[in-house]
Nanobody, 122 residues
Framework: QVQLVESGGGLVQAGGSLRLSCTAS?????MAWFRQPPGMEREFVAG????????AYADSVKGRFTISRDSGQNTAYLQMNDLKPEDTAVYYC??????????????????WGQGTQVTVSS
């Protein structure tokens, strides 16, 4: 079983940037970031294939967020630029045991991190 641990969350002013990291204890195929804003359901943010060649983004973060992963496939990143107050949420890293063609379906993910808080002030 793969363990995922997120880091990099914190407080930031609107317009600022944060870089989240997700360290995996073993190899994963698809990896993704989800988030859960206060009082809202968990939502898809960004996903990336095992090779790092394919990515997907929620419409709300396109052009602002970039997902990537390292060559060893042990760490995924979420570079968040031009942060907005509506980006405030607990951000969760997720990974799959096998390859799936869909990134956005949370039920496809086998491994989940505990979450890291991102708070964007206005």
């Amino acid at each position: 079983q793969v363990q995922l641990v997120e880091s990099g969350g914190g407080l930031v002013q609107a317009g600022g940037s944060l870089r989240l990291s997700c360290t995996a204890s073993g190899r994963t195929f698809n990896m993704a970031w989800f988030r859960q804003p206060p009082g809202m359901e968990r939502e898809f943010v960004a996903g990336i294939s095992w090779s790092g060649r394919d990515t997907a983004y929620a419409d709300s973060v396109k052009g602002r967020f970039t997902i990537s992963r390292d060559s060893g496939q042990n760490t995924a990143y979420l570079q968040m630029n031009d942060l907005k107050p509506e980006d405030t949420a607990v951000y969760y890293c997720a990974g799959t045991m096998y390859y799936y063609s869909s990134y956005v379906t949370d039920l496809n993910y086998d491994y989940w991190g505990q979450g890291t808080q991102v708070t964007v002030s206005s």
